[in-house]
């Protein structure tokens, strides 16, 4: 089946730097992936659609400049948090459909992110 | 937006059948309903999917209605290893684009 993968699975940084989340299709090409955030107990949190070879749609109250996405290829989108903060502590998610064009095919996820900003 | 309302939480002892039923009164005419199950600091798992009537596979059921107002998610003889969240969605087609908002969830609790 498709396989989404998510690199790295936990990440540990300083307060003011800066991290890079990987999102692969490993078997199957996305012209859109999708990418959540999790606090612990509560529900995914869409934070914006990553498009291939255009600019992402960020979701409301989603700050596009620190939370940088690059989506480069049809295998690859990446999450970058800008100047990492305590407070963007979280588990993030990377989704994307196998099949282009349909809306209704199920999702793949990623098996998260884990970031702590000490 | 089409919206999803379904239990908090819901407990069960190994062995039994589940049942978990998801509210989604807007549901758009070309929504499908898909579950997903999530385990603890893992990414949401592809349970089922479908339209109308039911649908199985070999892990659950999937009841819906003809109006399609609502689903039901049925495990059949629920282990330990079921306890997780589950999640109803529908699709979404907003002003960005179509994405898949989740709901809540349904955190399943399953005891020996």
């Known amino acids: 089946g498709a396989v989404v993968s998510q690199h790295p699975s936990w990440v540990i940084c300083k307060s003011g730097t800066s991290v890079k989340i990987e999102c692969r299709s490993l078997?199957?090409?996305?012209?859109?992936m999708f990418w959540y955030r999790q606090f612990p107990k509560q529900s995914l949190m869409l934070m914006a659609t990553s498009n291939e070879g255009s600019k992402a749609t960020y979701e409301q109250g989603v700050e596009k400049d620190k939370f940088l996405i690059n989506h480069a290829s049809l295998t690859l989108s990446t999450l970058t948090v800008t100047s990492a903060h305590p407070e963007d502590s979280s588990f993030y998610i990377c989704s994307a459909r196998e099949s282009v064009g349909d809306m209704n095919s199920p999702l793949h996820f990623g098996n998260g992110t884990r970031l702590t900003v000490t | 937006l089409a919206k999803t309302t379904q239990p908090i939480s819901m407990d069960s002892y190994e062995g039994q059948e589940v049942n978990i039923t998801c509210s989604h009164n807007n549901i758009a005419t070309n929504d499908y309903i898909t579950w997903y199950q999530q385990f603890p600091s893992q990414g949401p798992r592809f349970i089922i999917q479908?339209?109308?009537t039911k649908v199985t596979n070999e892990v659950a059921s999937l009841f819906i209605p003809a109006d399609r107002k609502s689903s039901t998610l049925s495990l059949p003889r629920v282990s330990l290893s079921d306890t997780a969240v589950y999640y109803c969605l529908v699709g979404d087609s907003g002003t960005g684009g179509f994405k898949t908002i989740f709901g809540a969830g349904t955190r399943l609790f399953v005891k020996a």
């Open positions: 479908g339209y109308k």
């Open positions: 078997d199957f090409q996305a012209t859109t």
